[in-house]
């Protein structure tokens, strides 16, 4: 079965800090891999995506992701953190075959960033 | 386009009462899912259509639970009767199905409180 590990529930790093989400994932075929992110009362925003090609992808506000294949992961990096990165980051894999299919989403890292 | 819309934001209903959620999709997307949003349990997918027919409502919690698509524009989600359990942050997200087309777009969300 498909499914999305997100190891970190809750993150804190200080503003101008790195910073590395981890998310693993168990599918069977090629995945389609999804970083979103969500602010309080607010709906999820795609951060960036991954299906094929460079293993390394850009998104937006400064965001990047690593696909390694033989470590089942697709970890969410940004190299200095902005105050209002703090948010909650969801991983997802997008278990698709064909023209349907359905995304499926980890538990989440809320990201606080100290002034 | 205006997004993944949703109706209504917010729900406050006693127990008991039936609860029916609203989304309207992105025009164009012809697949739709229905995600529930809670601290204990993450996102829980409940059920996706795809071309307007259910195809996986394995995530549905209870009879209790039940979504339609009658067209291509507008899906709905029903409680009868609420529990307060249900309370949540209901999602609605919506897919063009095609070759690059992956990612899922969210609409705000419905909290669904159930006192």
């Known amino acids: 079965a498909q499914s999305v590990t997100q190891p970190d529930i809750h993150i804190t790093v200080s503003e101008g800090a790195s910073l590395e989400l981890r998310c693993n994932y168990s599918y069977g075929a090629t995945p389609y891999l999804f970083w979103y992110v969500q602010s309080p009362g607010q709906g999820l925003q795609l951060l960036l995506k991954?299906?094929?090609?460079?293993?390394l992808v850009q998104g937006i506000k400064g965001f990047e992701a690593e696909f390694k294949r033989s470590q089942s992961s697709f970890n969410l990096r940004k190299p200095s953190v902005h105050w209002s990165d703090a948010a909650e980051y969801f991983c997802?894999?997008?278990?698709?075959?064909?023209?349907?299919?359905?995304?499926?989403f980890g538990q989440g890292t809320t990201l606080q960033v100290k002034p | 386009d205006a997004g993944v819309i949703q109706s209504p934001r917010h729900e406050v209903t006693e127990m008991g009462q039936e609860v029916t959620l609203r989304c309207k999709p992105i025009s164009g997307h012809n697949s739709l899912f229905w995600y529930r949003q809670t601290m204990m349990r993450g996102l829980e997918l409940l059920i996706y259509f795809n071309n307007n027919v259910p195809i996986d409502d394995s995530g549905m919690p209870e009879d209790r639970f039940s979504a339609k698509m009658p067209n291509a524009s507008f899906s709905t989600l029903k409680i009868q009767p609420s529990e307060p359990r249900d309370s949540a942050v209901y999602f609605c997200a919506s897919r063009a199905t095609g070759k690059g087309n992956t990612e899922a777009f969210f609409g705000q969300g419905t909290r669904l409180t159930v006192v």
């Open positions: 991954y299906f094929s090609g460079d293993t």
């Open positions: 997802a894999v997008g278990a698709y075959s064909g023209n349907t299919g359905k995304l499926i």
